[in-house]
């Protein structure tokens, strides 16, 4: 790696001791002045406990956390691309796609989406040769869905715009590139070009408070200013990317939000929240034996933050919220409370037909460009207002439903498969599957069903093709809903001579019972979906 750092400091114009002047530049520019609506820069008295002040001290801190990282990183894909990949421009885009696939998505999530992107699509060129619906078609069940889409945009705009060459920078990956923001940037810059520049992510965050007693709520502009200049203190400018990396490693898999492992620790020893869990412990066992107990041992010799202990500290535990002994470390970091998602509810129609070679298929529709799930497929479904009662909700549906097939649908032929919920970031979803089996003249209704349907937005697909289409998890658990119901022979209710339902529902003759065959293995009901 050290012969393709050079190459890339080469190539960027860069002499070998830059690092330290790109570092210092980041420290005397953005990070070093206020932005408005920030709080007042930290005192002389706060600077020494909740930063790194002393270089014998940031030295130490790197060394020991590289040694650990270099023996116990996890052996990751993207982590082999980069560390093998000798064109800058190719390791740059497959550091940007493990990073914009990682953001709020879990490491063990990301690994096989990640390898059948890369064998898909191996270069910049590939994936901008690529259509949005293949992109969202691989994208499907990894979630925030606009990622894909944004990441195809930039790689289409590095193709026609900057000639196939990705932005040498973090500051220029930043500027050019759609849906690239600061962290993103740092990580691209710095794994790929050796940028000696910092990262700020949720397990970083986590780390510097820690090691930091930093307190105040985290996601604050104040809060996320300090912890930017501190990454960018921090990060050796020998192995920028193993650096940024083992930080996101130890806040992963050793300093975790709950039960950390703090014995496993190869900064413990420069962690102020583990020194102050510690004089805790030996306060209390010494107050029992009637001792004085000992302070914990810290290089620098700084046991709190003056500031804080008068009240004036902006980053220190809030006096609202003190210190917890029941969580030890786990106090840092402080967020604000979160806000709960909103409740939506929406009904859902699984819409069935027999296709032209005798399989079952069932209709798609696309969702609108922007917004949630902008772009993907999923059964036609219907907002449902607060306080809307059952029989409003069906009667809704069946209108939205007859307006996909062109053709008067009996209302006893919509069968209530059940609920589905579905949690989004933001929204509490859920969904009220309903299905319906389209009945008539085979031949003469599927010709106007087709042309009914016969627009870009909706289409008719088997169980193997939807299994492959670009749709979210949300609608993967109502299929499976819907499965289940009809494989459990719950499908919709057996229609009788005379227009009623075994439930004595009253349904018009044109709503019939598909007869026993070998796919149904019973007359009546939903063939089985499996």
Known sequence: MSKLRAAARSRRGLQPGAGGARRAAA????????????????SAQQSAYHLFSHPAETEAFRKNLLTWYDKCKRDLPWRKLAASESDTNRRAYAVWVSEIMLQQTQVATVIDYYNRWMQKWPTLQ????????????LWAGL??????????????????????????????????LPGVGRYTAGA?????????????????????????????????????????????????????????????????????????????????????????????LQSASKRLLGEAAPRCPQVPDVEECAAGAAGNCSLCLPATEPWDSSLGVANFPRRAAKKQPRAERTATCVLQRRGPRGESE????????????????????LPSGPGLKEKQQREALLGHVQAWTGEAVARGCLQRVGEVVHIFSHIHQ???????????????????????????????????????????????KVWKACERQSCEGRGPAKLQEGGTARNGTAVSSRCPAPPSTPETGRGGGLPCMR
């Open 27 to 42: 420290r005397g520019g953005e990070d070093a002045s206020p932005r408005k609506g920030m709080l007042p820069p930290v």
């Open 126 to 137: 590939a994936l901008a040769k690529a259509s949005l619906e293949e992109v969202n078609e």
């Open 143 to 176: 979630g925030y869905y606009s990622r894909g889409k944004r990441l195809q945009e930039a790689a289409q705009k590095v193709v026609s715009e900057l000639a196939g060459q990705m932005p040498g920078t973090a500051e220029e990956l930043q500027k050019l």
């Open 188 to 280: 691209i810059a710095s794994i790929s070009y050796g940028q000696a520049t910092g990262v700020v992510d949720g397990n970083v965050i986590r780390v510097l408070c820690r090691v930091r007693c930093i307190g105040a709520d985290a996601s604050s502009l104040a809060v996320t200013d300090r912890l930017w200049y501190l990454a960018n203190a921090l990060v050796d400018p020998a192995r920028p990317g193993d650096f940024n990396q083992a930080m996101m490693e130890l806040g992963a898999t050793v300093c975790t939000p709950r039960a950390p492992l703090c014995t496993a620790c190869p900064v413990k020893q420069h962690c102020r929240a583990r020194c102050r869990v510690e004089n805790e």
């Open 362 to 381: 069932y209709l798609i529709v696309q969702r609108p460009g922007s917004g949630l799930l902008a772009g993907l497929w999923e059964f036609p479904s």
């Open 430 to 476: 859920t969904y009220v599957v309903y299905s319906l089996l389209l009945g008539g003249d085979e031949k003469t209704a599927l010709g106007r069903r087709d042309e009914a349907l016969a627009r870009p937005a909706s289409r008719w697909v088997t169980q193997a093709e939807f299994q492959k289409s670009a749709v979210s998890t949300a609608m993967k």
